[in-house]
Nanobody
Framework: QVQLVESGGGSVQAGGNLRLSCVAS????????MGWFRQAPGKEREFVAA????????NYADSVKGRFTISRDNAKNTVYLQMNSLKPEDTAVYYC???????????????????WGQGTQVIVSS
C-alpha cells in the first residue's frame, strides 16, 4: 500500500524559509517520479515542482522558479522541497505525489500522478 507522509510545514514571515519532507513507503520509490503540488483556500490544486526517478530532471512552476528546490534521497525514500524567500501567496496546503508510471520524467501534469499524501500546511504572513 502506497503511503506518502509530508512534514515540515508551519508558519513563517515573508522572506523566510521552510523545508518540506515527504517519506514514501509501500512501493519502489527509486523507480518513480515525484512531485509537489499545493492548494490554497478557495483555489484549485496547482503544480509546484517535480523530479524524475533518478533526479536527472526537475521542473518548476513559474511562480516558484529560483526560490524553491526539489530534491530526493533514494536511500531514505524521501523527497524534499526547499522553499526560500517565501511570499504570502505561497500559503497553501502542500502535497507530495508519486507518478503513475515507473521511470517517469519530471512531469508537471496532475493527471500523471496516482498517489497523494495528506498534506502539510504552510502559512506565510506579510
Amino acid at each position: 500500500q502506497v503511503q506518502l507522509v509530508e512534514s515540515g510545514g508551519g508558519s513563517v514571515q515573508a522572506g523566510g524559509n521552510l523545508r518540506l519532507s515527504c517519506v514514501a513507503s509501500g512501493f519502489d520509490f527509486t523507480s518513480y517520479g515525484m512531485g509537489w503540488f499545493r492548494q490554497a483556500p478557495g483555489k484549485e490544486r496547482e503544480f509546484v515542482a517535480a523530479i524524475s526517478w533518478i533526479a536527472s530532471n526537475t521542473n518548476y512552476a513559474d511562480s516558484v522558479k529560483g526560490r524553491f528546490t526539489i530534491s530526493r534521497d533514494n536511500a531514505k525514500n524521501t523527497v524534499y522541497l526547499q522553499m526560500n524567500s517565501l511570499k504570502p501567496e505561497d500559503t497553501a496546503v502542500y502535497y507530495c505525489a508519486t507518478t503513475k508510471w515507473k521511470y517517469a520524467t519530471a512531469t508537471m501534469e496532475s493527471a500523471d500522478f496516482s498517489s497523494w499524501g495528506q498534506g502539510t500546511q504552510v502559512i506565510v504572513s506579510s
